[in-house]
């Protein structure tokens, strides 16, 4: 089956530093890639939507210039949370669509900020 | 605001049939219903999809009536493994996880 890769799997950073999250396709090619929050005991939340080359498309509520995201590569996107805050501490999970109605998730990536 | 909703949780034995309902009242028209089983720490695992009627696989069955409003995801035979949080996926105006339900199978 398609396999999806995050890394890192978790990271620890301070409060006012940035942190990038990478996202791989490994064996297949990743038109859409998508990108969701998950705080302890609750589902999964979309943040954003990206395409190969184009900007991603957002989710109301979820800051553009905080959460980066860069699809710029069929088998790559990154998110980068900017000048992360605690609040910003969670799991954060990306999957990756080759048709558009299947998903393919990664591992996650646990963020602590200190 | 469209929802997604779940049972918060079940409980059952090993060897029994489960049976977990999603309600999804504005699915987009032409979009897929895909369950998804996750483990504390990981990412959700894909389990079964489909888009009316009936669907099985090696693993579980679902149900989908013909207004599509609703979904029901059938494991026959739980065993412990099976311990782990139950989400739908639907398209209504955008992309939705349903609320989860948390499984736990018993000896």
């Known amino acids: 089956g398609a396999v999806v890769s995050q890394h890192p799997s978790w990271v620890i950073c301070k409060s006012g530093t940035s942190v990038k999250i990478e996202c791989r396709s490994l064996?297949?090619?990743?038109?859409?890639m998508f990108w969701y929050r998950q705080f302890p005991k609750q589902s999964l939340m979309l943040m954003a939507t990206?395409?190969?080359?184009?900007?991603?498309?957002?989710e109301q509520g979820v800051e553009k210039d905080k959460f980066l995201i860069n699809h710029a590569s069929l088998t790559l996107s990154t998110l980068t949370v900017t000048s992360a805050h605690p609040e910003d501490s969670s799991f954060y999970i990306c999957?990756?669509?080759?048709?558009?109605?299947?998903?393919?998730f990664g591992p996650g990536t646990r963020l602590t900020v200190t | 605001l469209a929802k997604t909703t779940q049972p918060i949780s079940m409980d059952s034995y090993e060897g029994q049939e489960v049976n977990i309902t999603c309600s999804h009242n504005?699915?987009?028209?032409?979009?897929?219903i895909t369950w998804y089983q996750q483990f504390p720490s990981q990412g959700p695992r894909f389990i079964i999809q489909?888009?009316?009627t009936k669907v099985k696989n090696e693993v579980a069955s679902l149900f989908i009536p013909a207004d599509r409003k609703s979904s029901t995801l059938s494991l026959p035979r739980v065993s412990l493994s099976d311990t782990a949080v139950y989400y739908c996926?639907?398209?209504?105006?955008?992309?939705?996880f349903g609320t989860g339900t948390r499984l736990q199978v018993f000896p």
């Open positions: 999957s990756a669509s080759e048709r558009s109605y299947e998903q393919y």
């Open positions: 064996d297949f090619q990743a038109t859409t």
């Open positions: 990206s395409n190969e080359g184009s900007k991603a498309t957002y």
């Open positions: 504005n699915i987009a028209t032409n979009d897929y």
């Open positions: 489909g888009y009316k």
């Open positions: 996926l639907v398209y209504t105006d955008k992309l939705i």
